[in-house]
């Protein structure tokens, strides 16, 4: 039996649309794939990725022992705006920027008036902050600690 | 930052592999259709396409990409599906889309080059907003501005190209929106002073919605694109709701629309007469006249049936410009409410893959961005889609991806790659 010219092209016409679908299964499996994995995620995201641990305070400042989260670019500062907010009148109003780059956690002095210290130097450019440093701002000090 | 180390993008890799065996079989089906025979040559311009999507693929892994690998296969599908659609409706027009198609590569590969965290757009918001401004009233400007189709949405010089400002100022917008809410972040914190249940809205937010509905008002009177101004609108209105989850505000901001289309109907022709087609598209007056093209894509629509005339077999020429309004129309006539549904389910795993995308971005910046341009591309669906099939009245947004048009490609590739650079971002972040 020959096969005709109009079947054939019925045939093509067939196979996209069967295409189409066939592409869109996968998509659909791959989605189901990463909200699997998200479930997993989702429960470790709640706890934050780090945080930094209050270890000297004053009396109207945060209290010692408080958890501040990070977030991956986090800024630090007496202004209300800063994902880190800490009510010192030596902190600057955008003091510090603590930022998770590549797997290791930075610190970088923001211009501020009074300077940020790492471990009890002062810090000139960008500085690797490693878990457990302290970080001062302004009468505050910090520690980084991983999320619990 | 992106380091470059070659990555595997397997995942990626096979999904495209299913988009080049689709755009094949359409592309071969439109043209054996045409011209009534097979013929080996006729596969040159799929694999045109697909070896510039191969490029695009090898460039991310080249550069050690990280972000998601579900986004490019199923933008670049709907692109290969304009490209069938392209081939179709309006062969002449194919290389002059072909071109636009390396254009767009090319700002795809170029945005997601944009250093580290993307905070340099946030840095320059205000530069965004003027530039955003100035593509928005540059089709009003003397000797570039362009009047098409009663829309003056254009710029170009003639006989040379001609560009659509308002696709690319949609990210620019965007952009701004997520830098200006992320930045009162602490007013948004804050719960809003309630005068009994209406809660009323901080300066911060109020001035730029007043601000926001009168350029709005500005693009639908002297632009007269009814298109440009809903999604405009529409952009403000989701991104204030995702920053503040405050429903009223949304309200307050559709309340103010009606107001301002109700005076629109009354005032300007152009508004009353996209209304009265879409009310009465069978109106005796308007059946050849003003409503034929809608009226024509009604037809196309009734001959689709569940399978289709077949690709190449149905009759969608018979609709004015039908490649860059009525493709949704045109693609439905020709596979049917099947094909439809498949077309309709792209969109669907793209914006949820976009909000997922948004919901795991490490800043309220990124997020914000994200969930912007996600839905973009989601209220371009709708609205298109539902303005081809009469549920609301037809206004000139383009099919994103898929309808003809190089300004919306190159917009529409810009925005896939910024949402990749978020997830990529994220991926970093976490690991």
Redesign the interface.
């Known amino acids: 039996m020959e096969i005709t010219f109009a079947a054939l092209l019925w045939g093509v016409r067939i196979a996209f649309v069967i295409l189409l679908y066939l592409f869109l299964i996968r998509a659909f499996g791959a989605l189901h794939r990463t909200l699997s994995e998200e479930r997993i995620v989702a429960t470790a995201r709640q706890l934050g990725i780090a945080a930094l641990v209050v270890v000297r305070s004053h009396a109207g400042g945060p209290r010692v022992g408080e958890r501040l989260p990070l977030r991956a670019v986090s800024s630090v500062g007496r202004d209300a705006g800063n994902d880190v907010v800490l009510n010192d009148e030596a902190a600057s109003a955008k003091h510090a920027v603590v930022s998770f780059v590549d797997g290791e956690w930075w610190l970088e002095d923001a211009g501020s008036t009074n300077g940020t210290l790492l471990n009890g130097s002062r810090i000139q450019d960008k500085e690797r902050l490693h878990y457990g440093d302290e970080v001062a701002v302004g009468r505050i000090a910090l520690r980084l600690e991983r999320a619990q | ?1 992106i ?1 470059a180390r070659p990555v595997a993008r397997l ?1 990626e890799l ?2 495209l592999v ?2 080049a ?2 755009s094949v ?2 592309y ?2 439109v043209v ?2 045409a011209s ?3 013929a080996w040559y006729e596969v040159a311009v799929p694999l045109a396409v697909l070896a510039i999507f191969g490029a695009l693929h090898l460039f991310l892994v080249s550069v050690g990409f990280q972000g998601d ?2 986004l490019m ?2 933008a670049l ?1 709907l692109t290969s599906i304009g490209f069938i659609l392209v081939e179709r409706l309006a062969p002449t027009l194919l290389l002059q889309q072909l071109s636009w198609l390396v254009i767009a590569a090319g700002a795809f590969c170029g945005t997601i080059l944009i250093p580290r ?1 993307l ?1 340099v757009l946030a840095r320059f918001k205000y530069t965004w907003a003027f530039l955003g401004m100035l593509l928005l009233v540059s089709p009003l400007l003397p000797v570039i501005g362009r009047e098409i189709n009663g829309a003056r949405i254009w710029v170009g010089l003639p006989g040379i190209a001609q560009f659509e400002p308002w696709e690319l100022v949609k990210v620019a917008l965007v952009i701004f929106f997520a830098a200006y809410l992320d ?1 009162y ?2 007013v948004l914190s804050t719960p809003p002073r309630r005068f009994g249940p209406i809660p009323v809205p901080p300066i911060p937010y109020l001035l730029p919605i007043v601000a926001m509905w009168l350029v709005a008002m500005l693009v639908m009177v002297f632009e007269k694109d009814l298109g440009a101004t809903l999604l405009f609108f529409g952009i403000f209105l989701a991104m204030l709701y995702l920053a503040t989850g405050e429903p009223f505000y949304v309200l307050i901001g559709l309340v103010m629309l009606a107001g301002g289309g109700f005076i629109a109907y009354h005032a300007f022709n152009h508004v009353a007469a996209r209304i009265d087609v879409w009310l009465a598209p069978f109106d005796s007056d308007l059946r050849f006249d003003q409503a034929y093209q809608l009226t024509q894509g009604l037809f196309s629509l009734a001959n689709a049936g569940i399978l289709g005339a ?4 149905g009759m969608p020429e018979r609709i004015p410009v039908v490649w860059s309004d009525f493709v949704f129309a045109a693609f439905t006539e020709e ?1 049917g409410f ?2 439809a549904l ?1 077309l309709l ?2 969109y669907l ?1 793209f914006v ?2 976009g909000m ?1 995308i948004a919901l ?1 971005a ?2 309220t910046l990124l997020q914000l961005v994200a969930a912007g341009l996600s839905f973009i591309i989601a209220f371009q669906t709708l609205v298109i889609v539902a303005g081809n099939s009469k549920l609301i009245p037809l206004t000139g947004i383009t099919l994103p991806f898929v309808a003809y048009g190089g300004s919306s490609l190159v917009t529409n590739f810009v925005l896939c790659a910024l949402l990749l650079r978020v997830s990529d ?1 994220t991926a ?4």
């Open positions: 930052m380091r995942a096979r999904l299913w988009v065996a689709f079989a359409g071969v089906a054996a259709a009534g025979r097979f690998q579900l296969p199923l599908g965290d905070s930045e972040r602490e077949g690709l190449g077999n596979v099947v094909g498949a389910a792209f795993v949820y893959r997922l795991r490490p800043t971002i970093r972040v976490r690991r």
